[in-house]
Nanobody, 114 residues
Protein backbone atom coordinates (compact mmCIF):
# COMPACT_ATOMS: atom_id res chain seq x y z
CA UNK A 1 0.00 0.00 0.00
CA UNK A 2 1.56 3.22 -1.21
CA UNK A 3 1.29 5.90 1.43
CA UNK A 4 3.72 8.61 0.30
CA UNK A 5 4.08 9.73 -3.30
CA UNK A 6 6.69 12.35 -4.12
CA UNK A 7 6.68 14.37 -7.32
CA UNK A 8 7.99 17.57 -8.85
CA UNK A 9 11.66 16.81 -9.29
CA UNK A 10 13.66 17.44 -12.42
CA UNK A 11 16.74 18.99 -13.95
CA UNK A 12 17.29 22.66 -13.16
CA UNK A 13 20.14 25.10 -13.59
CA UNK A 14 21.92 26.60 -10.59
CA UNK A 15 19.87 29.46 -9.22
CA UNK A 16 16.63 27.93 -10.44
CA UNK A 17 13.56 26.79 -8.54
CA UNK A 18 11.47 23.67 -8.14
CA UNK A 19 8.44 22.81 -6.07
CA UNK A 20 8.16 19.29 -4.73
CA UNK A 21 4.93 17.75 -3.57
CA UNK A 22 4.28 14.77 -1.31
CA UNK A 23 0.82 13.26 -1.60
CA UNK A 24 -0.51 11.37 1.39
CA UNK A 25 -3.80 10.12 2.77
CA UNK A 26 -5.97 12.18 5.08
CA UNK A 27 -5.19 9.86 7.97
CA UNK A 28 -1.45 10.21 7.52
CA UNK A 29 -1.62 13.96 7.02
CA UNK A 30 -3.68 14.40 10.19
CA UNK A 31 -1.80 11.88 12.33
CA UNK A 32 1.86 12.56 11.57
CA UNK A 33 4.13 15.54 11.45
CA UNK A 34 5.76 15.29 8.02
CA UNK A 35 9.07 16.37 6.59
CA UNK A 36 11.30 16.25 3.57
CA UNK A 37 14.53 14.30 3.41
CA UNK A 38 17.15 13.83 0.72
CA UNK A 39 19.86 11.40 -0.19
CA UNK A 40 22.73 12.33 -2.45
CA UNK A 41 24.87 9.66 -4.14
CA UNK A 42 27.25 8.09 -1.67
CA UNK A 43 25.78 9.99 1.27
CA UNK A 44 23.37 9.22 4.07
CA UNK A 45 19.79 10.37 3.94
CA UNK A 46 19.38 13.68 5.73
CA UNK A 47 16.57 15.91 6.91
CA UNK A 48 15.86 18.91 4.69
CA UNK A 49 12.86 20.45 6.43
CA UNK A 50 10.04 19.26 8.64
CA UNK A 51 7.04 20.11 10.74
CA UNK A 52 6.68 19.58 14.44
CA UNK A 53 3.14 20.74 15.06
CA UNK A 54 3.02 24.19 13.56
CA UNK A 55 6.75 24.70 14.09
CA UNK A 56 9.00 24.35 11.05
CA UNK A 57 12.60 23.29 11.10
CA UNK A 58 15.13 23.14 8.29
CA UNK A 59 18.72 22.18 7.71
CA UNK A 60 21.24 24.99 7.88
CA UNK A 61 22.26 24.28 4.29
CA UNK A 62 18.81 25.19 2.96
CA UNK A 63 17.75 27.97 5.34
CA UNK A 64 16.53 30.99 3.41
CA UNK A 65 16.21 28.98 0.19
CA UNK A 66 13.75 26.15 0.88
CA UNK A 67 10.27 26.49 2.37
CA UNK A 68 8.09 23.66 3.60
CA UNK A 69 4.32 24.00 3.58
CA UNK A 70 1.24 21.85 4.02
CA UNK A 71 -2.03 21.79 2.13
CA UNK A 72 -4.68 20.31 4.41
CA UNK A 73 -7.34 20.22 1.70
CA UNK A 74 -5.15 18.17 -0.64
CA UNK A 75 -3.26 16.25 2.10
CA UNK A 76 0.05 17.22 0.59
CA UNK A 77 3.30 18.54 1.98
CA UNK A 78 5.24 20.77 -0.37
CA UNK A 79 8.82 21.93 -0.58
CA UNK A 80 9.51 25.14 -2.46
CA UNK A 81 13.16 25.19 -3.41
CA UNK A 82 14.70 28.42 -4.63
CA UNK A 83 18.24 29.42 -5.53
CA UNK A 84 19.15 25.80 -6.07
CA UNK A 85 22.77 24.77 -5.94
CA UNK A 86 24.59 21.76 -7.42
CA UNK A 87 25.00 20.37 -3.90
CA UNK A 88 21.19 20.13 -3.65
CA UNK A 89 21.30 17.31 -6.19
CA UNK A 90 19.72 14.28 -4.54
CA UNK A 91 16.68 12.07 -4.40
CA UNK A 92 14.09 13.79 -2.23
CA UNK A 93 11.68 11.88 -0.02
CA UNK A 94 8.97 12.70 2.45
CA UNK A 95 8.26 10.84 5.66
CA UNK A 96 7.16 11.48 9.20
CA UNK A 97 9.21 13.89 11.28
CA UNK A 98 11.23 13.82 13.43
CA UNK A 99 10.86 10.05 13.77
CA UNK A 100 10.73 8.01 10.58
CA UNK A 101 7.61 5.87 10.95
CA UNK A 102 6.34 5.22 7.44
CA UNK A 103 7.58 3.16 4.51
CA UNK A 104 9.71 5.22 2.17
CA UNK A 105 8.19 6.24 -1.13
CA UNK A 106 10.04 6.13 -4.43
CA UNK A 107 11.34 9.68 -4.03
CA UNK A 108 11.79 12.30 -6.70
CA UNK A 109 15.12 13.10 -8.33
CA UNK A 110 16.39 16.67 -8.24
CA UNK A 111 19.42 17.45 -10.36
CA UNK A 112 21.00 20.90 -10.31
CA UNK A 113 23.44 21.33 -13.13
CA UNK A 114 24.36 23.74 -15.87
Amino acid sequence: QVQLVESGGGLVQPGGSLKLSCATSRSIFNHYNLGWYRQAPGKQRELVAGFTGSYKTSADSVKGRFTISGDQAKHTVNLQMDNLKPEDTAVYYCNSHPTISLPWGQGTQVTVSS
